[in-house]
């Protein structure tokens, strides 16, 4: 896939990674603000939706032309930073309408009829009520997917009420009505736990737990909140995907999202309203992670860290070891970039593919920034030895030594966006003349070796990856693939040392 045409400052200040050429970039990493805003349901040509005399039948033309109205008028209120993020919401909302309307021109059923209507009136709504300047936190705030109300209470704490609703056509909809009691955090942001009420006996007063199967207390989605310049930035976490404590919300995948005020009524309550910038120009985002790293204050604060961290590693480096960083650093840019977009709209969910996972696709963004602030912040370049845990832009591997002696190691490589193609790394063995040789009886054994600073794993795999098919596609039965899905996927892995972290010291095979 092509490399982003805005490479991570984490590699900016390096000569030789220069930018691609725009062109040269897929269509789905762009940035979504980059998409026409204008909402094109009507007409008679293929790429219209509805025939125009259906359009004005049901009044569906006059409602796209009031939304596009109040986007042109609201978009202009808001700063240059902020306002690829309105057009982000836009092309969302677009995204969302029109698969609407491909479900609603194979059916003539009357409720689904009555429910595009009403998504399109309460897209109109919150345009024409979007406001800017406001001073705090209190109010409405709305995107393309619903709205948030926050009420002030003791203490610096505010009361959080959702409806959410997210409508593609026919029985692919996503709703959710929630609260949150949100308390200082310590941070910037406010957080808490989403407000669960247990069903319960009538007789018997309700709580605020859910359970899990076994009965145990399971732990509900919190929620943490922050201004971002003229956006209010809302952030949820769902650490149990199967949690179903959640009476009146049936997914909680679209709550992680920019909120734009709403309403004319000032605010009483005042916030810091900067806005924390990453280390590009936010206001022309080239990717759609670009977008949400504008979009998000932790995430874009990442990104500077990254920037800073990558400066201060470069002088520690020996020469041999420094070029192969810089080339290990121009992958990850290029992974980052498909980071966002990728978990966006997931392949691997076949029936909702179309639907925003907002929430998973910026904890992944998240997750891979702080895997590589891990690496370039606790580079361990005095590292001798195999043990500890090793890391690359598509590779982990834990060693550990066993008191016999014995070395272990376990890990894990990837292929960015092919959950099928990783190869894992499981293996025990001794080191023998400096280099870790496997116990397996095999032609191809795994090995381990030290390279400068650097780890290398398996590196005869690379030879005999090539060899194990033929021309003709069949399998060389001579060796076995270390690999789970393709037979010429090679396991050979150039890995650099990382001190402890939290963000890799747990870590464990997961969809990249």
Request: aromatic share 6%.
């Amino acid at each position: 896939m092509p490399c982003s045409p805005r490479l991570a400052a984490a590699v900016a200040a390096i000569s030789v990674l220069a930018p691609g050429a725009s062109a040269a970039m897929d269509d789905f990493l762009r940035a979504s603000s980059s998409a026409p805003t204008a909402i094109r349901l009507c007409g008679d040509s293929g790429d219209d939706r509805i025939k125009t005399a259906d359009c004005k039948k049901a009044g569906y033309d006059k409602l796209v032309a009031q939304i596009d109205k109040a986007f042109d008028a609201a978009l202009p209120k808001l700063p240059a930073n902020v306002r690829p993020l309105l057009k982000r919401d836009q092309a969302w909302f677009n995204e969302m309408i029109i698969d609407a309307a491909d479900v609603l021109a194979d059916s003539d059923e009357d409720e689904l009829k009555t429910g595009f209507a009403a998504a399109l009136r309460r897209r109109a709504a919150a345009l024409e009520g979007m406001a800017s300047g406001r001073p705090g936190l209190s109010g409405n705030w709305v995107n393309a997917f619903g709205h948030f109300t926050l009420t002030p209470s003791e203490g610096g704490a505010y009361r959080l009420a959702a409806d959410l609703r997210g409508d593609y056509g026919g029985d692919r909809r996503r709703t959710c009505k929630l609260t949150a009691d949100l308390k200082p955090s310590g941070t910037a942001w406010l957080s808490g736990p989403v407000l669960i009420e247990a069903e319960t006996a009538p007789d018997k007063p309700k709580t605020n737990m859910a359970t899990d199967a076994t009965g145990a207390s399971a732990k509900p989605p919190s929620i943490k909140l922050r201004r971002q310049g003229d956006t209010l930035r809302i952030v949820g976490t769902i650490d149990d995907e199967e949690f179903d404590g959640l009476n009146d919300c049936s997914s909680m995948w679209q709550v992680t999202g920019s909120y734009f005020a709403a309403g004319k009524d000032a605010a009483s309550d005042k916030a810091d309203t900067a806005f924390i910038a990453p280390t590009f120009d936010c206001t022309r985002p080239e990717t759609a992670t670009d977008e949400e790293i504008c979009a998000d204050p932790d995430l874009a604060d990442n990104d500077q860290r990254l920037n800073r961290a990558w400066k201060a590693l470069q002088p520690r480096l020996d020469e041999a070891t420094r070029r192969t960083l810089i080339d290990d650093q121009r992958n990850w840019v290029k992974s980052q970039t498909e980071q966002f977009p990728e978990f966006l709209h997931p392949a691997w969910n076949k029936q909702s593919s179309q639907v925003h996972f907002t929430v998973d696709a910026r904890d992944h963004v998240n997750g891979l920034q702080r895997e590589r602030l891990a690496l370039l912040e606790g580079f361990d370049d005095k590292r001798s030895g195999l043990a500890g845990v090793w890391l690359a832009y598509n590779a982990i591997i834990k060693v550990t030594v066993e008191k016999d002696g014995a070395l272990k190691a376990a890990g894990w490589k990837w292929d960015q966006g092919d959950w099928k193609a990783g190869c894992d790394y499981e293996m025990t063995g001794k080191v023998t003349g400096g280099a870790f040789r496997s116990d397996e009886q095999r032609k191809n054994p795994d090995t381990l070796e030290r390279d400068h600073a650097m780890l290398i794993v398996n590196r005869q795999d690379d030879a005999f990856a090539r060899k194990r098919t033929g021309k003709d596609g069949t399998e060389d039965s001579a060796d076995e693939a270390k690999c789970k899905r393709r037979l010429d996927n090679s396991s050979t892995a150039r890995l650099f040392p990382a001190r402890p972290s939290p963000d890799i010291d747990s870590f464990k095979g997961s969809i990249r």
